[in-house]
């Protein structure tokens, strides 16, 4: 297996967001805080946009900024409250490695849960359970069908044959607990010299697949350019990836403050569904459209 890796910036930006300090927020208003992505955006909105609507006053810094990042922030008290995943939290935060709590949805949750209300006074809300954005490995959906590959073990059954192959994956991935070196291990493609790591931005990743610079690559499962860009997701046979089911945690203090937040956020997990979340996320990566107009959308039709 060899690495190599691109990158277009963005330090910078994450250094100056991690220095930064935030004044002390206003005690009558909820600071709604979300990932730098697509779907964290969209989910952020419909947050913000619900609570604003039932009479709460909010402020908005969406796309805080990476996972690391935007999690520090709400133990700061920088932000009141974010959508975060299951898998993400066992694995990055609490350090959990145990794989039959990574795959079973309750279970997890409970987990997470539990954890940090005692260690940090966060509360997980209900899990928006319609909806599991785990990671997947990418192909050009002609491609795999060309080559008979359905499943991430049929990739690596055709890579022992010794044939070159490139994968892609953004570096927030490659170094992830859960991510790559785990992947690799899991389908035994750690020790081959013919795979070719390429590392590069999460923004590049899709594109280098599409162009064809990579064979492979490792997205989301809910992106709207799957559909967009005619690929085909390799299905995880040894079941690796976690759950990664979105869940609204917020700060205990601010939820003593503002009971309703609850009560709101809690309606909206039995709503949103997988399919509609791939939409938006199609909606806003391809046809450009703002990730609060989406929510907007989303929350009128189901009646919020």
């Not at 990743?205 to 390799?234: F, K, N, P």
């Given at each position: 297996?060899?690495?190599?890796?691109?990158?277009?910036?963005?330090?910078?930006?994450?250094?100056?967001?991690?220095?930064c300090s935030c004044a002390p927020n206003p005690p009558?208003?909820?600071?709604?805080?979300?990932?730098?992505?697509?779907?964290?955006?969209?989910?952020?909105?419909?947050?913000?946009?619900?609570?604003?609507?039932?009479?709460?006053?909010?402020?908005?810094?969406?796309?805080?900024?990476?996972?690391?990042?935007?999690?520090?922030?709400?133990?700061?008290?920088?932000?009141?409250?974010?959508?975060?995943?299951?898998?993400?939290?066992?694995?990055?935060?609490?350090?959990?490695?145990?794989?039959?709590?990574?795959?079973?949805?309750?279970?997890?949750?409970?987990?997470?849960?539990?954890?940090?209300?005692?260690?940090?006074?966060?509360?997980?809300?209900?899990?928006?359970?319609?909806?599991?954005?785990?990671?997947?490995?990418?192909?050009?959906?002609?491609?795999?069908?060309?080559?008979?590959?359905?499943?991430?073990?049929?990739?690596?059954?055709?890579?022992?044959?010794?044939?070159?192959?490139?994968?892609?994956?953004?570096?927030e991935f490659a170094a992830r607990p859960d991510g790559?070196?785990?992947?690799?291990?899991?389908?035994?493609?750690?020790?081959?010299?013919?795979?070719?790591?390429?590392?590069?931005?999460?923004?590049?990743?899709?594109?280098?697949?599409?162009?064809?610079?990579?064979?492979?690559?490792?997205?989301?499962?809910?992106?709207?350019?799957?559909?967009?860009?005619?690929?085909?997701?390799?299905?995880?046979?040894?079941?690796?990836?976690?759950?990664?089911?979105?869940?609204?945690?917020?700060?205990?203090?601010?939820?003593?403050?503002?009971?309703?937040?609850?009560?709101?956020?809690?309606?909206?997990?039995?709503?949103?569904?997988?399919?509609?979340?791939?939409?938006?996320?199609?909606?806003?990566?391809?046809?450009?459209?703002?990730?609060?107009?989406?929510?907007?959308?989303?929350?009128?039709?189901?009646?919020?």
């Open positions: 297996m060899r690495l190599r890796g691109f990158k277009i910036g963005g330090l910078m930006a994450l250094l100056c967001l991690a220095l009558d208003v909820v600071v709604i805080g979300s990932k730098m992505d697509t779907e964290g955006a969209i989910l952020g909105y419909i947050q913000l946009v619900a609570l604003q609507r039932a009479g709460l006053k909010v402020e908005d810094r969406i796309e805080t900024g990476p996972t690391l990042i935007v999690r520090q922030a709400l133990l700061a008290g920088e932000i009141d409250g974010y959508l975060e995943y299951t898998g993400t939290a066992l694995v990055n935060f609490m350090g959990l490695q145990d794989r039959t709590v990574l795959t079973d949805p309750a279970l997890g949750y409970r987990t997470i849960q539990r954890w940090d209300a005692r260690h940090h006074q966060i509360v997980w809300l209900h899990p928006w359970s319609g909806i599991n954005n785990t990671y997947t490995l990418l192909m050009k959906a002609e491609a795999a069908r060309r080559l008979g590959l359905a499943s991430i073990s049929d990739l690596a059954a055709y890579l022992a044959g010794g044939r070159s192959f490139r994968l892609a994956a953004d570096h790559l070196a785990g992947l690799l291990h899991s389908y035994g493609l750690d020790s081959l010299p013919n795979l070719e790591i390429v590392q590069m931005d999460p923004g590049l990743v899709y594109q280098a697949l599409d162009q064809g610079s990579v064979e492979a690559a490792i997205g989301y499962s809910t992106d709207g350019r799957i559909a967009a860009l005619h690929l085909i997701r390799l299905r995880d046979d040894r079941h690796y990836f976690p759950v990664y089911n979105p869940t609204p945690t917020y700060r205990k203090a601010v939820l003593d403050r503002f009971p309703q937040i609850a009560s709101i956020l809690n309606k909206i997990a039995g709503r949103i569904t997988a399919d509609e979340i791939t939409t938006m996320n199609y909606r806003h990566d391809v046809r450009l459209e703002r990730a609060r107009k989406l929510a907007e959308e989303w929350l009128n039709a189901h009646g919020f």
